[in-house]
C-alpha cells in the first residue's frame, strides 16, 4: 500500500522531513484510509503516526577527551600547534625561574645568611641566567662556600 501522500501530509503537519515521519504497522489502513489533512491530524493526535527523534551527534568521545585533556593527556607533541615560545611566552618562564631565585636571595640576606656584597653579586648573577633554578643557585653557593650545608 503507498501511503506516500500520508507521509508527506503529515510531515507538513509535524514540521519535520518525509523520512522521520512514523506509521504505526499495526494501523496502516487506518492510516491508507486518511485522505485530507484532518484525518492525517487525527492519527497524529491518536499517536498512529509522529515524528522519530531527530538524529544528533554523540558528545560521549569529545567529552572523554576534555576529561583526558583536563588531566594533563593528549598533549604530546602531535597535539601542539604554535611553538614552545608561542604555548608558554619566554618572559613568562623567565620570571616563574627569577622570582624564586630573587626571593631565596633576599631570604639569606635578611637573615644573615651571605653579606649584602655576595647578594648583590649573586643577584647580578641570576639576572645574567647563571642559575636554572632554586635549588641550582644553593648548590653553586654550598660549592663556593658561601652557604653552610644544612
Not at 509522529?50 to 593527556?73: F, L, T, W
Request: hydrophobic share 30%; proline share 2%; glycine share 10%.
Amino acid at each position: 500500500m503507498n501511503l506516500k501522500n500520508q507521509r508527506r501530509v503529515a510531515a507538513e503537519i509535524l514540521k519535520c522531513g518525509v523520512n522521520r515521519v512514523w506509521i504505526d504497522s499495526n494501523r496502516l489502513e487506518d492510516a491508507a484510509d486518511a485522505i485530507t489533512r484532518s484525518d492525517v491530524r487525527t492519527l497524529i493526535n491518536s499517536g498512529a503516526i509522529r515524528a522519530r527523534q531527530k538524529k544528533g551527534v554523540s558528545r560521549g568521545r569529545a567529552k572523554h577527551n576534555i576529561a583526558q585533556r583536563q588531566k594533563g593527556r593528549q598533549s604530546g607533541h602531535g597535539s601542539r600547534r604554535g611553538r614552545k615560545g608561542a604555548r608558554k611566552p619566554k618572559k613568562e618562564r623567565w620570571i616563574q625561574t627569577i622570582r624564586p631565585i630573587r626571593k631565596k636571595l633576599r631570604e639569606l640576606r635578611d637573615e644573615g645568611k651571605i653579606d649584602s656584597s655576595t647578594y648583590r653579586r649573586y643577584y647580578m648573577q641570576a639576572k645574567g641566567g647563571v642559575f636554572k633554578s632554586r635549588p641550582h643557585l644553593e648548590s653553586h653557593m654550598r660549592a663556593e662556600g658561601v652557604l653552610k650545608e644544612g
